[in-house]
């Protein structure tokens, strides 16, 4: 297991203020930043693309930037998103005609390539790709909203990858995302996740530094 990362989700933030409320919670600690991007279409909710990615680099965003791709069809924006500056692509399996060809895509793109199972989306394809990830992301809530309550039975999932990833020896990273608190983050970690995102836990606190180092302390 890696050291642990914790990567607000900026969907949480303040949209009018969205560089300096980023800037803000790397500053008070955070490692990564967890861009939510969503097409109304895949998912029932419009966030932001490309064009907002770049404008933090621009901002001075120097942080990885972590890009969980909640859009159908995925092939054609990864370009896109690493031209703009992301570090990690991650996209849905079943938004994808051919999960290895995108994984492939997004290595050649130059970014780091990571897949997404949903609360009710089986593990099957894993086997056969797991060596080519450098992140696994399970979903603890079903896409498309911040603020949604922590479904349990993520943990038995991220137990299953955990043993995956251990028992072959490889560097990949176990992300979870949605209804991420310090009060439910160290159950979390003993389940096996390395990575976690947290977006209104984090920026709907009133101490972004005080929030993360709970959540640090939780995890142990
Ligand atoms: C949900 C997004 C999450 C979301 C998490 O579709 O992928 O990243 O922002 O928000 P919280 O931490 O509020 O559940
Ligand atoms: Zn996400």
Not at 8 to 30: N, V, Y
Not at 40 to 63: C, D, E, F, Q
Request: net charge negative; hydrophobic share 50%; glycine share 8%.
């Amino acid at each position: 297991k890696q050291s642990p990362i914790i990567a607000p989700s900026i969907l949480a933030a303040d949209f009018a203020r969205l560089g300096e409320d980023t800037a803000a919670a790397l500053a008070a600690g955070a490692d990564w930043v967890h861009f939510d991007v969503m097409d109304n279409h895949y998912v029932p909710n419009l966030t932001m693309g490309p064009m907002a990615l770049s404008a933090l680099r621009k901002y001075g965003i120097a942080a990885p930037i972590d890009v969980h791709l909640m859009v159908k069809p995925v092939d054609r924006i990864v370009p896109d998103f690493a031209k703009a500056g992301a570090t990690l692509v991650s996209f849905h399996p079943e938004a994808s005609e051919h999960v290895d060809r995108t994984i492939g895509l997004i290595k050649d793109s130059g970014c780091q390539a990571g897949l997404v199972f949903n609360p009710a989306t089986s593990l099957d394809c894993l086997d056969y790709v797991l060596d080519k990830l450098d992140l696994v992301l399970i979903m603890s809530v079903n896409p498309g909203f911040g603020g949604q309550k922590f479904i349990p039975m993520a943990l038995e999932k991220l137990r299953r990858v955990r043993r995956m990833i251990d028992e072959r020896g490889l560097p990949v990273r176990l992300e979870v995302d949605g209804g991420v608190t310090a009060e439910n983050i160290g159950a979390i970690a003993a389940a096996g996740a390395d990575t976690f995102v947290a977006g209104s836990a984090i920026f709907h606190a009133k101490d972004y530094r005080a929030e993360i180092a709970a959540m640090r302390a939780a995890i142990g």
